[in-house]
């Protein structure tokens, strides 16, 4: 399950990019409001869809390491 670790990383970076992008649209704009309110929606997304993809990751390591148990027993 390499490629869902890379997917939860990436779900990380795009977080932490959109909060520095709300961080810095603060500064630059001096208000609070869609540009600064998009990217904090986005970061919850992320997160959401980190925990997610974290969840579906360990479901399978758990349900292959169950099937590995079955097949030794079977044997």
């Given at each position: 399950?390499?490629?869902?670790?890379?997917?939860?990383?990436?779900?990380?970076?795009?977080?932490?990019?959109?909060?520095?992008?709300?961080?810095?649209?603060?500064?630059?704009?001096?208000?609070?409001?869609?540009?600064?309110?998009?990217p904090i929606v986005c970061g919850i997304l992320c997160?959401?869809?980190?925990?997610?993809?974290?969840?579906?990751?360990?479901?399978?390591?758990?349900?292959?390491?169950?099937?590995?148990?079955?097949?030794?027993?079977?044997?």
């Amino acid at each position: 399950m390499k490629i869902l670790q890379i997917f939860e990383r990436m779900w990380l970076v795009a977080f932490g990019l959109s909060i520095f992008v709300a961080i810095f649209n603060v500064f630059k704009y001096q208000k609070f409001d869609n540009h600064v309110y998009m990217p904090i929606v986005c970061g919850i997304l992320c997160v959401f869809l980190w925990r997610n993809l974290k969840s579906q990751r360990k479901f399978s390591e758990k349900m292959q390491s169950q099937n590995e148990d079955v097949d030794k027993k079977e044997e």
